[in-house]
């Protein structure tokens, strides 16, 4: 057999092809049981059917050239302005959408870039100084437009610190950020303290509302404590909020905000030479799916104010409920104080990603998080039902493990440092297999696709391990391999041969 698939040389019947791509559906995690804590937002089958509807209408549509598609210029400009008046922005406001949160963040860091050029021209490595909860976006941005990071880490309620942000600061950082909230522990960062040093050093500010710019204002108006964190405070220059979280939109929806048009300017990109004609885009990517953008506009306008915050109220009842009944079960915490429905499950007296194992095996998918180790839920709207359940579950998986001893914990330590020790003289093969062990571990994949089972000694030995260098290497290994064709595996097309038939 050989090592790629190749283009069939005569197509399949569309009934054929559907009914497998439903066959390697059923290997998935299944989020709508509510027992997927990370990756999908959902706001139930009616408005699913809805968002598919409208984003079918657009289907074939590009926004990289507004002027052929007016409609979709006209929805995407209104969906920025419907996302800007949410957080406190006025009309000088403006802003795109972009394909999600890591492309609108990107974009603030590579308009910090170009203003830094204008504003601060003796700057040859300009600099982002940023808490340590800050999205990995940031850093992917830095990596890709040649400017660096540098770490603050976060005090210990797991907000940013601004008074060790300050003293980060020098006369080559040109963009300071903060997270409303952040991703690992779902707290709001002291926005207006952040906003403050960036005024003071005359330097940019963005607040990275990726997750909670679709729900933070709703929470509010609920009547639960959100601290100022949008362009209501003075200072902040950019902001970036995706849709297609809380916002419920088609995925491949996000925005990215500008204080000013004169600041927005930066962002953009224009090619005048081409002999393909004047080339101007605003955003990272050429071809822009219409469908994304129709879905996103059709999604704000259906629901509207009272349709977000209706959804925002069960989410946060449940929210509510998880948290009061976690912190009511001996072992486990909830760490921080969460603004909002993203948490985390730390522990003192177990090992938390033992606990995780127990979750997986009673069928939960939960993130795990480092620094400190823990578990990692997004809640939303398909956990209303399954709430009751996961405490019941998460109950019994901290009376399945073992506290921790003393003794345990120098083992653990003595074990990572013999992995670590390992790693160094490892032969290729067997890197390569550690590799899998490791995805796997990751919940990236699992053997023949299904969940892993027992990660905890591998996330032991991941947050254990003192050189960040080998894990960076593992993880790159890791990822060439999961996205590598696997020869052995490829899928069957329904009506072929019965030779090739599942087994
Ligand atoms: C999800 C998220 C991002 C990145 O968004 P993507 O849509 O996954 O690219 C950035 N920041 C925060 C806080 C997020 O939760």
Not at 439 to 468: C, F, H, K, Q
Request: hydrophobic share 40%.
């Amino acid at each position: 057999m050989p090592g790629r698939k190749e283009l069939p040389h005569h197509g399949h019947a569309p009934e054929d092809v559907l009914e497998t791509m439903r066959r390697m559906r059923r290997e998935d995690a299944d989020w709508e049981d509510g027992k997927v804590w990370c990756l999908v937002y959902n706001a139930g089958e009616d408005l699913s059917a809805f968002l598919k509807e409208a984003y079918g209408l657009f289907f074939s549509e590009n926004a990289l050239n507004p002027s052929a598609f007016p409609s979709l210029k006209r929805m995407e400009a209104e969906a920025v302005s419907m996302a800007a008046s949410l957080l406190g922005g006025d009309d000088q406001v403006v802003g795109n959408m972009t394909s999600g949160g890591t492309e609108s963040i990107l974009m603030a860091v590579k308009t910090a870039r170009e203003w830094a050029r204008v504003h601060k021209p003796r700057v040859k490595v300009p600099k982002i100084v940023l808490p340590s909860s800050a999205h990995p976006a940031f850093p992917k941005a830095c990596h890709y437009f040649g400017l660096e990071p540098i770490w603050v880490p976060v005090g210990p309620d797991f907000r940013a610190d601004p008074k060790a942000m300050r003293k980060a600061v020098t006369r080559d950082t040109v963009l300071i950020v903060g997270s409303a909230p952040s991703y690992p522990q779902g707290v709001v960062d002291p926005i207006e303290e952040i906003a403050a040093i960036a005024k003071k050093n005359g330097i940019l500010c963005h607040v990275d509302s990726c997750v909670g710019g679709m729900m933070l204002p709703f929470v509010r108006a609920l009547g639960y404590d959100v601290p100022p964190f949008d362009f209501s405070v003075d200072g902040v220059t950019t902001m970036s909020v995706d849709l297609h979280k809380y916002g419920y939109a088609a995925k491949g929806a996000s925005v990215i905000l500008h204080r000013t048009p004169e600041l927005r300017k930066h962002q953009y990109f224009a090619f005048t030479d081409w002999s393909g004609g004047i080339y101007a885009s605003p955003t990272m990517t050429g071809t822009r799916p219409g469908g994304a953008i129709a879905a996103a506009w059709a999604i704000m306008n259906r629901l509207g104010f009272d349709g977000y915050l209706e959804i925002a109220r069960k989410v946060m009842d449940t929210t509510d409920l998880l948290r009061d009944g976690i912190n009511a079960i001996d072992g486990v915490e909830v760490l921080g104080e969460p603004a909002m429905s993203v948490m985390s499950i730390g522990s003192q007296t177990h090992d938390i990603y033992e606990i995780g194992d127990e979750m997986t095996a009673r069928g939960w998918h939960i993130d795990r998080q480092q620094h400190p180790n823990s578990l990692h839920l997004t809640i939303n709207h398909s956990h209303l039902s399954s709430a009751a359940q996961f405490l019941e579950d998460l109950s019994a998986a901290v009376a399945a493990t073992e506290p921790l001893s003393q003794r345990d914990i120098l083992k653990e330590k003595a074990k990572a440092a013999a992995l670590k020790a390992a790693v160094t003289v490892l032969p290729e093969r067997v890197v390569s297999k550690a590799t899998e062990v490791i995805s796997g571990a990751m919940g990236l994949v699992g053997d023949g696709g299904e969940l892993p089972e027992r990660s905890a000694a591998m996330y032991g030995m991941i947050a254990t391990l003192p050189n960040r260098g080998d894990i960076h290497k593992f993880v790159i290994d890791a990822l060439d391999q999961m996205t590598r064709l696997d020869p052995n595996n490829i899928i069957a097309i329904a009506g072929d041969a019965p030779d090739a038939e599942e087994e």
